[in-house]
């Protein structure tokens, strides 16, 4: 479902690689945390996995797409295939709860009516049904997250990427999250998330893939979190 | 394609919701597209009017060719044939002596000083050649031709034409050109500020909307579903400016025709112009809506193509 080889990012040359010839195998149905430290190069991977970053070096293949022969023009099609959810949201903050789910669907042209009976299911996945009319600024962090992973699974991507989605969560909305992401990675829908809370890494039991000044670690299976 | 047709709907109410939002934003590039298109507007009917005045003092020039009475009928009708085959004559009417009378007595309106000048037994009106040329500026080529020595030698007089209309006609062309070129030039400047300030208002309404267009390309929305918000609220400006335009114009002429001097102002014709403005009132609405809706789209898209550029690293 993903595969990077030996992929590596320099923004400055000086400042030296911040991803290394990673090479990562990620199969579908998947749930794969990425753990590290601040500037350990998770971000940086995920950037590159949504393509809003090129490789210095390396091949990237994600759900048959290889990244060296995708156009700028396709990128937007990429990305349609792939949910991310963002460590900060990124809620429209004039939308309520529905619209901003709804607008997923709307970039890609897809009817009123579909709309309509589609963002209601998602809402109920990620447990905010009732709350649809609610702007953004009356949930909490917790429903906000919920939100945002709503828009990212609404179009059934077949790969959901979460950037840190418990970082700026309490511990109780921070697990709210990921039984959501649990419940999503059941439903056929590989995983990636990318985390320092060790709690949570400890607590799942997955995957997990460590990295540590831009290079692999360690990348085992019902693992613990360790540096 | 049915989501071809979705996604358009969605982009012309987005560009209409942002365009309701942003209406103070959108001020001054209305303004000045209203008068982009109230120049370009002044320009045409001021043309129009030109035009019709110079065909109408056309019209009435002409040129009287006075034949001897020795000339007969034969060689008057040569002499007609000759003239007619000229590039530059319109219309060639032969009167002969008596019709000549005749069109005398008729445009003298029965006035007893004219009349009593002739009489019809001892009629003294030479038959005459009418010629009406189709350029003024091109009179010289017929005066030539009548003044070669075996086309002289059958006139009894020197040819006469109203010099002082072509006159007339110069002074009208010459302002007619000046205006043109004005008219260009004002409309150029004028596009290019209409631009830059649509181009400025894009860009604050991009700076404005960084993180919805940020959102929406982490989503996977293509760039024309980002850009063409933009560009409908820019064709907004464009239709709004043209309907504005033509009310300044249609205000300018219910105001002139209530003045006193409502029939001319300077050379032009006020009349015609406010003539011309009603007949042609359907054609000038969409000529102004399809400039305006194409300095919208032109600036619009350029503006985008600048400032929502799609940078990978």
């Known amino acids: 479902m993903i595969l990077l080889d030996r992929v590596s990012k320099t923004y400055n040359k000086a400042l030296g690689p911040s991803l290394d010839r990673i090479s990562l195998h990620v199969e579908p149905k998947e749930f794969v945390i990425v753990v590290g430290q601040s500037g350990a190069g998770k971000t940086t991977l995920l950037r590159l996995l949504t393509r809003e970053e090129r490789p210095t070096s390396g091949k990237i293949i994600i759900g048959g797409i290889d990244y060296d022969k995708l156009k700028d023009k396709d990128i937007p099609l990429l990305r349609r295939k792939i949910g991310v959810v963002f460590q900060d949201f990124k809620l429209l903050p004039n939308k309520n709860v529905f619209e901003n789910v709804a607008f997923a669907l709307e970039i890609v042209g897809v009817s009123k009516k579909e709309i309509k009976h589609t963002v209601p299911k998602v809402l109920d996945i990620v447990n905010l049904t009732g709350k649809e009319k609610r702007m953004p600024q009356e949930l909490s962090g917790g429903e906000r997250q919920r939100v945002a992973i709503a828009r990212a699974i609404v179009r059934q991507p077949r790969i959901l990427i979460a950037d840190e989605p418990t970082g700026n969560l309490d511990p109780k909305h921070a697990w709210d999250v990921i039984k959501v992401l649990e419940k999503i990675n059941r439903y056929g829908t590989t995983v990636l998330l990318t985390t320092h809370n060790v709690e949570i890494v400890n607590k799942l039991k997955r995957r997990v893939v460590t990295l540590q000044h831009g290079k692999v670690a360690s990348d085992r299976a019902n693992a613990d979190y360790k540096i | ?313």
């Open chain 2, 1 to 313: 394609m049915k989501r071809r047709f979705i996604t358009l709907g969605r982009i012309i109410h987005t560009g209409i919701v942002n365009f309701i939002r942003n209406v103070s934003l959108g001020v001054a590039a209305i303004a000045v597209m209203v008068v982009t298109l109230t120049i370009i507007l002044f320009s045409v009917i001021a043309n129009a009017t030109f035009a019709n005045t110079i065909t109408q003092i056309t019209n009435r020039v002409d040129i009287s060719i006075y034949l001897k009475d020795e000339v007969t009928p034969a060689q008057a009708s040569t002499l007609v044939a000759q003239i007619k085959a000229l590039p530059n004559a319109r219309d060639v009417r032969y009167f002969s002596k008596q019709a000549a009378l005749d069109r005398y007595i008729q445009q003298s309106d029965n006035k007893e000083s004219l009349l009593s000048a002739v009489s019809k037994t001892t009629n003294p009106i030479p038959a005459t050649i009418l010629v009406k040329p189709t350029d003024l500026n091109k009179i010289g080529n017929i005066i030539t031709f009548l003044n070669k020595p075996a086309n002289a030698a059958l006139q009894s007089d020197q040819p006469s034409y109203s010099g002082d209309r072509k006159e007339a006609i110069d002074n009208i062309t010459h302002a007619t050109n000046v205006l043109r070129r004005i008219g260009v030039v004002a409309v150029a400047v004028f596009t290019v500020i209409c631009a830059l300030i649509i181009f400025n208002t894009i860009q604050m309404a991009i700076f404005n909307r960084r993180d919805e267009i940020t959102i929406m390309r982490l989503l996977g929305a293509k760039t024309s579903y980002i850009r063409g918000p933009f560009v409908v609220e820019s064709i907004i400006y464009g239709i709004l400016s043209a309907v504005v335009s033509l009310l300044i114009i249609n205000s300018a002429f219910l105001t002139s025709s209530n003045a006193l001097q409502a029939s001319s102002l300077g050379l032009l014709d006020i009349g015609y112009a406010s003539e011309y403005f009603a007949a042609n009132f359907w054609k000038l609405l969409t000529m102004q809506l399809a400039v305006g809706i194409l300095i919208g789209t032109v600036s619009s898209v350029i503006a985008t193509r600048r400032y929502l550029k799609f940078k990978v690293r």
